[in-house]
């Protein structure tokens, strides 16, 4: 052949090149977190479960609305309370071509309890997975649970057959001395596959042409590279050399809506942040009173909440990315929580509590606060501080990194703190976690019950009301029961909510996003056009 | 010489020890690294089983000598974060640092050199004062200060350099690199200036000094006298006398190069050791912590001492105190 043969063929290839329309585009992203390790179950984090879900899918999924929709599983029902059947989805392939079956969902299902996962909340412990045929699968339960796969669009299926084949069938711990296949590689049944992995610097994704559904994006690729710093991802965006970039500073929101080629999307975000006061210690462990503990007073806590404007936080510290909240669960989650409302801001009517209280002057009080864990956080902190400041209450402010500062007021560090502030997601997506893990007595030490109740609040009553919510089926009867409960704890002063941060991300305008309150970036529902 | 060179290198073996406790003394002020391991909602067992699995419910004492132990045979254990060796994962990042502390140095050296020969030559002259004031800016701007303006200049208003990363790189055995892709340079040419512009700036003033000290000495006037002609005054004989002071500092400089290029590699998002650092402390992720400490200071160690025995070769009367200590 000659070689203007050759190049003749390459003219005319490089035309139909150019002629035909590319649709398929290339995704770039840009997190502030890492894809620190790919083993979908070592890992219980939302930018994780993200990247993940992009590989991996579960027996269930969630839609643009977070409903629980069937994935791997085409079909459930619950024969008795205590038993529930799965009927898996036919002609599903891992990306190595192996065949889906009921024995990955056993497999899966034993690796997410075993030790080393960070996920092993997913299936009760004492649940039995069964395999009846090859696509059918049962859950046996000890007790009812209505909420049993609510957190399965996350528990991610993986390959029996590849896991045993590469030595990864369990979930690598932390303490681990050789470095874990599954951390490195992937193979699951989703949209994407990994092309390469560098941990902390780079992940290419590239899309799976046998796939089971339908895809709604036009993507061939995804770049994912974590940039930490908040003005270089902004710049990133703004240069053009990313499409999507996850967080946007509030800072920094004007000037990237400003930007010809870019916007920042916003949205409201199912996280509650709020302020917890230490009621459970005959004496607080910092504090100038001694002998006694103002926060058993319901007095001084509710004049603690009434002394919050969470109007100015809204406006000042937020600059009006917030929604102040009356409950300790999103409104996403718990549809009734329209019919509470947060009492007024009242300085005066907080200082004669006090008074009452019998602090006429007020008192002294350390705050604990992170400074690197939710959207301005110690901005709020110091906003607090100053609210209190006009009832006379005197906050010193400790306002440290998470490392430090999850060390100091979680249990393992002995609750070492006299007021704080938290944030918290329900993980099952229900109002029955935050009654039980934050809400929950935690007077008996074997029970995992109250475990992030760092501030110890306690109502026997309200325990009850939470019990009847995990085991109550019928949706109305439950709202009922999940109102009563948040009720009591309003009566008691126990927290003080202030607000669900409001997402924000930087996105091209190129780029169309579905926006997810579970802050999941999730590339499988983008369009990019050119 | 022989025994000098062996007291050096014990001495730099102490320093390696005391830079290992040091840092061990530090680590536990950094924070709880289990809650940074296991998400907020996991049952306290749970933490206290993967803190008992680490050995983090060990003495001090002991905890101290397993590490200790396990430094001594370059054992650095396995990332909390990663779940990688740290070895590996060191590796990888290495040849970007270098390259970028590579890179910062070369531009210094020959910019500051440029401009303080430049300066020293020309005092009144407009360019020279301009060659002062930027050395000032460069001495007194923060660095990650620099990295920021450099970005929105030249990669948001311009759009010409890359905001982030390495480009596209070239992979060379284990070697990674970037000198061989048109991304791969634009992409070093920000974070070299900012990593470079302190060196530099230290550079030109150095050159500066010492070329209008040289230029005041008896051979340049006699040098003048012969008749030689200015270009072979100033650079075959002032320059090159000015240099030997520049030499050894810029290599004593090339270590806080390295060890500098956390904040420089933080704001380019530059995949190299100094970043992986900086995420290992938010992370309270103490095997990496560790081993790029001990790296660090190896590096130091190993600057210095020979820089010590060049000394002793280069210059014959610290030779004759060496072999006879008073």
Known sequence: ??????????????????????????????????????????????????????????????????????????????????????????????????????DDVVFSADRVRAKGSNLQTRIPADAKVVKVDDYTVDFILTSPNPILNSQWDTWYIMDKKWAEANNATQPTPASATTPSFASLNANGTGPFMIESHQPGVKTVFKVNPNWWQKPEHNLKEIVFTPIASDATRVAALLSGEVDIIEPVPIQDISRVDSSPNAQVLKGPEIRTIFLGMDQSRDELLYSNIKGKNPFKDVRVREAFYKAIDIELIKNRVMRGLSTPSALMVAPQLYPPSKDFTRPKFDPDGAKKLLTAAGYPDGFEVTM???????????????????????????????????????????????????????????????????????????????????????GGYCNKEFDDIADKVLQETDTAKRDQLIKAGFEIAMKDWAYIPLHQQALAWGVSKKLKVVQRPDNQVLPYWMVKSE | MLAFTLRRAVQAIGVMIAVGIIAFAMFRFAGDPVSQIVSIDTPAAEREAVRKSLGLDDPVLIQFARYFVNAAQFKFGVSYQFRQPVSTLLAERLPATLELAICATIFAMVFGILMGVYAALRRDTLLAKLCQAVSLIGISLPTFLIGILLIYLFAV???????FGRGEMVRIGWWTTGLLTVSGLKALIMPSITLGLFQMTLIMRLVRAEMLEVLRTDYIRFARARGLTTRAIHFGHALKNTLVPVITVAGLQFGSVIAFSIITESVFQWPGMGLMFVQAVQNVDIPIMAAYLLMVSLIFVTINLVVDILYTIVDPRLRATVSRPA
């Open chain 2, 157 to 163: 208003t311009l759009g010409w350099l890359p905001s």
């Open chain 1, 1 to 102: 052949m000659s070689v203007r043969h050759h190049l003749l063929a390459a003219i005319s290839l490089a035309i139909v090149a150019t002629t035909t329309p590319v649709s398929a585009q290339t995704l770039r992203y840009a997190n502030q977190g890492d894809l620190k390790s790919l083993d979908p179950h070592t890992l219980n984090e939302t930018t994780t479960h993200a990247h993940l879900g992009q590989v991996y899918e579960g027996l269930t999924a969630r839609d643009k609305d977070l409903k629980i929709i069937p994935a791997l599983a085409e079909s459930w029902e619950t024969p008795e309370p205590t038993r529930w059947r799965f009927h898996l989805r036919k002609n599903v392939k891992f990306q190595n071509g192996d065949p889906f079956t009921a």
């Open chain 1, 368 to 454: 604990d606060c992170p400074n690197d864990r939710y959207v301005n956080d110690a901005a709020i902190c110091q906003a607090v501080v100053g609210m209190l400041a006009r009832i006379g209450v005197k906050v010193n402010l400790l306002a440290q990194p998470k490392a430090q500062y999850f060390a100091k007021i979680l249990k393992p560090g002995g609750y070492q703190t006299s007021f704080y502030m938290l944030g918290w997601t329900p993980g099952t997506l229900d109002s029955h976690n935050v009654m039980y893990d934050i809400m929950g007595c935690r007077d008996d030490p074997k029970s995992a019950r109250g475990e992030t109740n760092l």
